[in-house]
């Protein structure tokens, strides 16, 4: 892989979308008012959306639009007067989650790239080559890979991939969570995920409350740390990772910009000189915990899996 890798950065507004852009991002990833999985973020209107990728365009960025919910098939029909505008204007891509959504632009909208979610859970060469044979462009990997598994990914389809690199994880497989929908009808797949993960639980043993066991301590079984590989930044490239994604549409401007800025400094400093000892900064370090944390960071299953 000769090309220079790619930052990816999310908004969840056009002020948003700006600072991110202006911190080093390559490229931004956003929702309109439909169809987004991040239906409670400010998001954006159409106005803002053309807004936005003539922004983006004029500094020659790049704009994909989240098109990753499972839709209805009432909605269907939305869909396309909703992209007509922003194909028109160059819209570099769209991610999609859906079978059907992606079937649809295919069929409407031919040049539009098309990358394949995280949610469709890419774990291996065969759903990747599936993907890409049926007309997407970049594979989004599941979250559960380890370089390794990436790495063959990479080697056996020659796919252009994007991996998350940090912010918020989910408990389930891949952000494919039914727990939301289950216990208050939001759907995380709708775009509605009211984070029941994030709340503490009470977890039992036999019909016996667990407390007293050290390993059942904790008040919050199901919540995550947050992911970050500022550390793995090396392994992730040599691993055939092409796109950097930073998670965060609901988080503030100050987190998304503050995130992009570090992860563009250390990109750019070991792609410059690949043979420098590669170091980071007990200054940057702090500077991302304190932009925001759940307890600490995770480097997720880059590095291991948890056994049965």
Do not use: W
């Not at 500094?59 to 909703?82: A, H, M, P």
């Not at 995920?193 to 709340?199: G, M, Y």
């Not at 550390?231 to 910009?257: C, H, N, T, W």
């Amino acid at each position: 892989m000769d090309k220079k890798r790619e930052l990816l950065s999310p908004a969840g507004s056009y002020s948003i979308l700006k600072a991110v852009a202006n911190a080093g991002a390559d490229a931004v990833y956003a929702a309109g008012n439909k169809f987004g999985a991040r239906a409670y973020a400010e998001n954006f209107t159409e106005k803002e959306l053309l807004e936005a990728l003539d922004y983006l365009h004029l500094k020659e960025k790049r704009f994909y639009l989240t098109v990753n919910t499972l839709l209805k098939e009432q909605e269907v029909s939305e869909l396309y007067e909703y992209l007509l505008p922003l194909y028109q204007e160059g819209l570099d891509a769209v991610i999609v989650q859906d079978i059907g959504v992606m079937h649809f632009i295919k069929q409407n909208f031919p040049n539009l790239p098309i990358h394949a979610s995280t949610q469709m859970t890419i774990t291996g060469e065969y759903g990747a080559r599936l993907l890409l044979e049926a007309g997407c462009s970049r594979i989004v990997t599941a979250r559960e890979l380890s370089f390794q598994e990436i790495s063959n990914i990479y080697q056996k389809t020659g796919a252009e991939i994007e991996s998350f690199v940090h912010g918020a994880l989910c408990y389930c497989y891949s952000g494919q969570c039914l727990l939301s929908s289950m216990i208050g009808g939001r759907s995380g797949n709708r775009g509605r995920c009211a984070q029941p993960c994030r709340l503490p639980y009470e977890l039992y043993e036999n019909k016996e409350k667990a407390v007293s066991s050290r390993k059942h301590k904790e008040q919050y079984p199901l919540s995550l740390k947050d992911l970050c590989t500022i550390d793995l930044i090396p392994q992730l490239i040599q691993s055939g990772v092409y796109s950097f994604k930073i998670e965060g549409r609901m988080k503030q401007a100050a987190y998304a910009a503050g995130v992009t800025s570090i992860y563009r400094k250390y990109i750019d400093q070991y792609e410059a000189n690949p043979e420098k000892p590669y170091s980071v900064s007990k200054e940057d370090r702090e500077t991302l915990l304190h932009l925001g944390n759940r307890c600490g960071f995770t480097d997720g299953y880059y590095t291991r899996h948890n056994g049965k």
